[in-house]
């Protein structure tokens, strides 16, 4: 009996042991993940790394087989740099051809930015064979850039839109028209619920919207600061590329000390080098371009050549003006300039502070990017810069650079542009549009500006 006792009493040590041993084994199979989804994504076994391709280690056969002898790291400098040249290049040549090619080239890399979201997203999302999650996402995407973008073309192009029926009654409802899109995208997704799949449903039109914030929004910010002058496009982008090689060069050669977490490759010395590097080319670059008009002068619509102009007389803004300086700095001011005053082009001013913020806030945008791409188990967005990785991975600081730059230039620059005026004007009935001239007429006679002819 007792030796049925002690029988019993070890095969109900051996069960728990098992039972202990297998609930060790489930806690070291999830110890390496970061939320709840990540253990229905092991139960079914989808690899994101698999999935989405990446490009960090991708090269043209014939370039990879030359560096074949190199070094994984020095091969991947070599990749990385020849590419961000060929990068630079075209990005000069898309200057060269003008704000149009500018703005279809901005609307392409929306586009495409805005799928390699949406595709992690249906990789993630599809082994639950949910319906029209990505017929949704691009419907939900055309909605929004007809709202944001034709706001762009109401506020500059308002006097041209005025002259058909047609486009005057678009622009009149056009924000109608917007509104009527997006609910008939929400009563289409509405209707598209699957009992037990809601809380999945509804997590995949919040990522819809979520991309539509970062990508829609900051690229229609984009456009129109390049409506004020194409400067306050070509400094701010090539400040953040300036920091992003910079940080990467300084890094690589000298960088020791890990800066975050997020990204350990990135470090202190990279942080700084690039940072410094940034303020001195955006300072340099700033000086160079507010030479030519062609750079500076917002860009308008002209009536009579029936195209868009770049051709004006450079503001005070873009032009050499003479400031007071402290009286502390004064004795070494009169030294060597021989007067208690300097000349400095304002803009220089305004690029200062963008330098300064491409150099320590632009690089959040990065890590916002690298711990997204990490919650997800991926290495890149896409595949398609060898040495890069997708279109996001470069532009994921500038899209935080261009809500800097738009709203700077709203804060301390712009005022209404005489289109968007105009505009307003003329969807005013004809009787307050003469009310308006007549005011306008007598208040110019009043202060000498305007002179009538005596009948």
């Not at 060790?24 to 092991?42: R, V």
């Not at 979520?210 to 002058?229: C, H």
Request: glycine share 6%; hydrophobic share 45%; charged share 15%.
């Amino acid at each position: 009996m007792a030796d049925l006792r002690k029988r019993v009493n070890k095969g109900t040590d051996l069960d728990t042991e098992t039972e202990n041993e297998a609930t060790n084994q489930d806690s070291d199979a999830n110890f390496d993940l970061d939320s709840e989804d990540d253990k229905s994504l092991s139960k079914n076994k989808v690899d994101l790394s698999n999935t989405i391709p990446t490009g960090t280690d991708k090269a043209p056969e014939i370039l990879d087989s030359t560096l074949s002898h190199l070094p994984p790291k020095w091969r991947n400098w070599v990749i990385r740099g020849i590419f961000t040249w060929l990068m630079i290049f075209a990005f000069a040549l898309i200057i060269y051809a003008g704000p149009l090619a500018l703005m279809i080239v901005t609307l392409a890399v929306q586009v495409k930015c805005f799928a390699e979201i949406i595709n992690i997203g249906y990789a993630v999302y599809k082994i639950h064979g949910l319906p029209w999650f990505r017929s949704l996402s691009w419907y939900f995407l055309i909605t929004s850039n007809y709202f944001f973008y034709g706001e762009s073309l109401v506020d500059y192009f308002g006097v041209v839109d005025n002259r058909t029926e047609f486009l005057r009654a678009l622009v009149k409802y056009h924000r109608f028209i917007s509104f009527s899109l997006y609910i008939g995208g929400f009563v289409w997704f509405v209707l598209s619920l699957v009992k037990r799949y809601y809380m999945k449903q509804f997590s995949l039109f919040a990522w819809t919207h979520v991309a539509l914030l970062i990508v829609v929004t900051q690229s229609y910010l984009i456009i129109r600061n390049i409506f004020q002058g194409l400067i306050w496009f070509i400094v701010p982008v090539s400040m953040i590329v300036c920091n992003d090689v910079m940080a990467y060069m300084f890094g690589f050669f000298f960088g020791r000390t890990p800066l975050i977490k997020l990204s350990p490759k990135k470090t202190w010395e990279g942080f700084i080098g690039g940072g410094f590097a940034t303020v001195i080319f955006g300072l340099l670059i700033s000086y160079v371009l507010c030479q030519y008009p062609f750079f500076v002068c917002p860009i308008e619509f002209n009536e009579e050549l029936g195209r868009m102009t770049l051709e004006c007389e450079p503001s005070p803004l873009y032009r050499p003006q003479e400031y007071s300086v402290p009286a502390s700095f004064a004795p070494i001011v009169r030294m060597i300039t021989g007067k208690n005053t300097v000349m400095i082009i304002p803009f220089l001013l305004h690029s200062l502070s963008m330098s300064v913020f491409s150099s320590v806030i632009g690089p959040f945008g990065g890590f916002f990017a690298s711990g997204f791409k990490r919650a997800f188990k991926i290495k890149d967005f896409g595949d398609i810069i060898p040495g890069h990785g997708g279109i996001m991975d470069r532009f994921d600081c500038q899209y935080l650079m261009a809500t800097f730059v738009n709203v700077y230039i709203s804060s301390f620059i712009r005022m209404d542009s005489p289109q968007k005026l105009l505009q307003q004007i003329y969807s005013l009935k004809p009787e307050l549009q003469l009310e308006l001239f007549t005011t306008l007429r007598d208040s110019l006679t009043t202060r000498g500006i305007l002179q009538l002819p005596t009948p």
